[in-house]
């Protein structure tokens, strides 16, 4: 197989594909015009805000959720699937107890209709299961998952198959579906 990098080939008997990924960046109108924080950068803020709204309830949006509020941020976590949606839902009702304990604000919500830039920060408007509402917040964190970065590697071409979300297909060893090529880490989607 070969490679091209700024139009120069490499070429090589096997190949490793070990890409990452990146942060998933939801489909909410609005949400390029306003400076959000993901699961990394939130981690590098110098100054803590007096208010967040972290959305997505998977493990990352909680640990981050907690963290923040720990430190005294009012953290408010807007999820449509609950906390931790992958998990037991045994799990998930005492996860939001103890949140709740932690002064954590959970909005579910049915659907996310546009965010803005506001005076205080950003607003998000949502839909809940009794109407529109308006979440403000100094800062606004997305953990809503990472998306394998696989988009520009035309695999196709090289026999590499990869799932709907662009994960590569491996088995047990690693081998993608072309037996010269392996791919490792987030770039499975695993």
Known sequence: GHLTVDGSPFMAAKVIL???????????????????LDSTTALDLTELPASMLVVGAG????????????????????????????????VSEALEGYLSEENIALVRVQSYDSIKADP?????????????????????VVATGRVPNSDS???????????HRGGIWVDAQMRTSNPDVW??????GR
């Open 59 to 90: 493990y990352i949006g909680v640990e981050l959720a907690q963290m923040f509020a720990r430190a005294g941020v009012a953290v408010t976590l807007v999820s449509r699937r609950g906390v931790l949606p992958e998990a037991e839902p045994e």
């Open 18 to 36: 070990a890409t990452g990924s990146r942060p998933h960046l939801p489909s909410i109108p609005g949400i390029n015009t306003i400076d959000t």
């Open 120 to 140: 205080k920060g950003v607003c998000l408007h949502v839909t809940t299961a009794t109407g529109q509402e308006q979440l403000v917040s100094e800062r606004l």
């Open 183 to 188: 791919a490792a880490g987030d770039v499975t």
């Open 153 to 163: 590697l035309n695999i196709a071409a090289a026999g590499v198959s990869a799932n």
